[in-house]
């Protein structure tokens, strides 16, 4: 059966490692066996056509690294080359004739004339192994020393915007074989540049020793005069060691082009032709220069001005090209330069510059994402998330992810840190799924000093307000930092303020983080531990989405989800009762209260709080209204505003006293209460008497009255 061409070509590729193989073990053979003059040519002819091909590959290679293989290819080319001399020079020794490629290297490239030979071959030796050689392997080294330096810096960057959302796993995974790659090639080419010089000066010694050891057989035992014995061996040897030097100066030509490539999306021709072009004045420059020499007393005119003509010509075509691209301002003159355009990147995308879209289908889905938590910074705060300047902002979001994770068990999706030229320099805000959710200012290079223990001392700096607990507090600067901590000022830095408002603002807003994918990796995360709990609630008595809803709601109401084994267990215990996820969150809090009442305590068992006046919360009992998804609290207006400034009232004297804003009701209660005073009170903690454990005391704070023209009809139809 007839097999096509690339079948063919194909099936050999895919047998590399064997033909590898077969390649090394031949040339192996080489350095012993003797081989007639026919295969010698088809080895060098191998060998040139081989080094031109690798030179090519380098010039169309767009990232140096991605040429991985080649120190080995080095290496195994340089043991070839030197094998074909040891071959040669036997040849050459024993029969006074290598093959044809010698030959003519011998006698026509170097016209017979050994002198010129000789000559010629010294400065291909001196070229390669002065010049080129040299050069690339200290390129080599210096790139391998300070690859392998900034492996550790790279490594924590990745990292950091990885845990920032900045980027994805798979592109920080990606970053990361890149950046092993790049230090792997650039210490094995610093290894490899030592055998290009090694065969540089083994191509001398070999030529030499070929010349002297011609010279005496020719003599001594094919009884030549010495004249025809240095005429004939010289050479040979010669032509010998040009034959092996060409192929050799163009690998080190080809390790040199790859050391001193930078990364680009471009092959070789085109990135140092578009550079070349893309000044068009340089080019006219050039070709004035050029015309200048061409009238100098005893210079030739034609080549001069034939170049400069050329030169000029293509400086005005690329010129013509270049305004008809660029943008047009409203007096028809060109706006902006090229540059420019290019150093926004993305900062002048993101504040709303005009940005070159791909029509790729992956880059339209990208446009409709949404991040679900970001942080917005102006350009005065870029310094404290760059790390190469002492910013630890990225770190510390991190640290905040953390966190949550360990005390509330949510984990919080990766929180995009990214600059956005419409806000003020020292500006930043939050964005929770693209709409603001918290702002605020910071002054870098000062500290906010918050008057937390009332002191009256007021510090040099300038006034402003904490933007998380809203603390009188001053922006001071290094000089002021000692007198405001003897003060017992509380003393912190730009980066903690943000920091601290984002942590607040990401307890918050947890509820609005939770989605249902989150849900089920919770889920899975305990399903290992907890299977028999799993596989009873799910899908039989709840659905993923009940579980969000119960979840979210405690939450909303700053209750850790850590312990959710105990959660899903009251859930699947009380979901026979009610699928409603507020009923099955009120029962859920009974088993937790254990956990978060205690947080609330002002001392081991004893709760501070403040209660309603029995008549008032029978009358607000009759005011509940249900719906199968909702459940509030429906009062009129003067019983509303009595409730909202007595309230006002209790919760400022809990506050000048360092307790915590808690009120505790009826089950029946607590839910709706805590609704309808959300809005007006978000930090007041709504407790039931059942959620309380067994142990723990109140000492009430303060009892709400009913209205003093509270109608006794309204008490009699409630009760």
């Known amino acids: 059966m007839p097999v096509s061409s690339n079948s063919f070509v194909t099936r050999i590729l895919a047998r590399a490692d064997v033909l590898f193989t077969f390649a090394l073990f031949g040339t192996v053979l080489l350095l012993v066996l003797p081989v007639p003059p026919a295969l010698i040519d088809v080895f060098l002819a191998l060998n040139i056509g081989v080094s031109l091909l690798v030179l090519l590959a380098i010039v169309y290679v767009k990232d140096p690294p991605e040429f991985s293989g080649f120190p ?21 020794l024993v029969h006074g004739f290598a093959g044809h490629i010698i030959d003519a290297f011998g006698h026509f490239v170097i016209q017979g004339n050994y002198i010129v030979g000789a000559v010629v071959f010294l400065i291909l030796v001196v070229i390669n192994f002065v010049v080129i050689t040299k050069g690339a392997g200290r390129i080599a080294e210096v790139s391998a ?26 592109t920080a995974t990606a970053r990361r074989v890149k950046m092993q790659k790049a230090a792997d090639f650039y210490g094995a080419m610093d290894g490899a540049s030592k055998f290009v010089r090694g065969d540089a000066i083994a191509g001398i010694l070999i030529t030499l020793v070929n010349v002297i050891g011609g010279f005496a057989i020719g003599v001594f035992q094919m009884g030549m005069s010495l004249g025809e014995s240095l005429q004939k061996f010289t050479l040979l040897s010669i032509g010998d060691g040009l034959v092996s030097q060409i192929p050799a100066l163009i690998i080190s030509i080809g390790a040199g082009l790859l050391v001193t490539r930078a990364a680009d999306n471009n092959n070789l021709g085109t990135q140092i032709t578009g550079q070349l072009i893309r000044y068009p004045r340089a080019i006219g420059i050039a070709a004035a220069c050029m015309a200048i020499f061409g009238l100098m007393p005893g210079m030739p005119m034609l080549p001069f001005f034939g170049f400069a003509a050329m030169a000029g010509f293509v400086a005005r075509t690329l010129k013509g090209v270049d305004d008809e691209k660029m943008p047009l301002d409203a007096s028809g003159k060109p706006a902006g330069g090229r540059g420019r355009a290019g150093a926004k990147g993305k900062q002048g995308e993101q504040a709303g510059a005009p940005a070159t879209v791909s029509s790729g289908e992956g880059d339209v889905r990208k446009m409709i994402d949404v991040d679900a938590f970001a942080i917005e910074i102006g350009y005065g705060l870029l310094p404290l998330a760059d790390a190469k300047v002492g910013g630890d902002l990225l770190a510390r979001v991190t640290g905040v992810r953390k966190t949550l994770a360990r005390e509330k068990g949510i984990i919080v999706p990766p929180i995009s ?19 603001l959710i918290a702002k605020g200012s910071l002054m870098p290079g000062r500290f906010l000093a918050m008057n937390v223990a009332g002191s009256n001392i007021r510090l040099r700096g300038v006034p402003t307000q904490e933007p998380v607990f809203k603390l009188e507090a001053t922006w001071i600067d290094e000089a002021e930092k000692k007198t405001a901590e003897l003060n017992n000022f509380t003393v912190v830095d730009p980066s903690s303020v943000l920091v601290t408002h984002l942590s ?15 849900v089920q990796v919770l889920i899975d995360h305990i399903k290992g531990s907890h299977a028999t709990l799993v596989a009873e609630l799910l899908p039989d008595l709840v659905n993923i989405g009940i579980i969000q809803r119960v979840l979210q709601n405690l939450l909303r109401e700053n209750i850790a989800i850590v312990n959710l084994p105990l959660i899903l267990e009251g859930i699947a215990d009380f979901a026979s009762l009610s699928k409603n996820p507020d009923d099955l969150s009120e029962l859920v809090r009974r088993r937790l209260g254990l956990y978060f009442v205690p947080e609330l305590e002002i001392r081991p068992g004893v709760l501070k709080a403040v209660t309603l006046d029995p008549r008032l919360e029978l009358a607000l009992t009759a005011k509940v209204h249900r719906t199968p998804t909702e459940v509030g609290l429906s009062l009129d207006p003067t019983t509303g505003r009595h409730l909202l400034d007595e309230l006002n009232r209790r919760m400022a004297e809990l506050a000048t006293q360092g307790s915590p804003n808690v009120i505790v009701v009826s089950t029946e209660m607590r839910l709706p209460l805590k609704r309808f005073l959300e809005p007006s009170f978000p930090r007041l903690t709504v407790l039931s008497f059942q959620e309380l454990p067994s142990a723990t005391e109140i000492e009430n704070a303060g009892i709400v009255p009913a209205p003093a023209n509270f109608a006794r009809s309204e008490i009699k139809a409630a009760a």
């Open 72 to 92: 080995t290819m080095l290496l195994a080319l340089t043991l070839f080359r030197l094998a074909l001399n040891i071959s040669s020079t036997r040849q050459i």
């Open 145 to 170: 020393r300070f690859t392998l330096d900034a492996l550790p810096g790279k490594q924590m960057a990745i990292d950091a915007e990885l845990n920032a959302g900045i980027i994805d796993e798979a």
């Open 417 to 435: 840190v990214r600059d956005n030229l419409e806000l003020e320099a020292n500006d930043y805000r939050f964005l929770l799924r693209g709409r």
């Open 504 to 518: 607040e603002a990401l307890k918050t807003n947890a509820h609005f983080l939770l989605g249902r994918q989150d």
